[in-house]
């Protein structure tokens, strides 16, 4: 059974920084891409970032891109999701999840397993 279990969230003032991490169980941690994604209140879910099985390829939303960047540790079996200067428009609940397979994917149904989220939060 798949577990992924995010942490790190809370409440940050904008331009601050951020750092979620989810420590997976369950699986071959690198043999699967991971990602990160989001969901505000009345918005679907969006992709924020992801990272192949050997971390050597990233993936990055727009709206991310030069203020996050994802990384994973192998040997810890943790994605984590460094977050800068955060904006008001980047609170939301963030969820990791994992990939059917070595290479990422955008799309919510690229991902088979899912943590419960933690709540990202930024005051303007």
């Known amino acids: 059974q798949v577990q992924l279990v995010e942490s790190g969230g809370g409440l940050v003032q904008a331009g601050g920084s951020l750092r979620l991490s989810c420590a997976a169980s369950?699986?071959?941690?690198?043999?699967?891409?991971l990602g990160w994604f989001r969901q505000a209140p009345g918005k679907e879910r969006e992709f924020v970032a992801g990272?192949?099985?050997?971390?050597?390829?990233?993936y990055y939303a727009g709206s991310v891109k030069g203020r996050f960047t994802i990384s994973r540790d192998n040997a810890k079996n943790t994605v984590y999701l460094q977050m800068n200067s955060l904006k008001p428009e980047d609170a939301a609940v963030y969820y990791c999840?994992?990939?059917?397979?070595?290479?990422?994917?955008?799309?919510?149904?690229?991902?088979?397993?899912w943590g419960q989220g933690t709540q990202v939060t930024v005051s303007s």
């Open positions: 990272i192949n099985w050997l971390g050597a390829s990233t």
């Open positions: 999840a994992a990939g059917r397979g070595m290479i990422v994917g955008t799309r919510s149904a690229d991902f088979g397993s």
């Open positions: 369950g699986l071959t941690f690198s043999s699967y891409a």
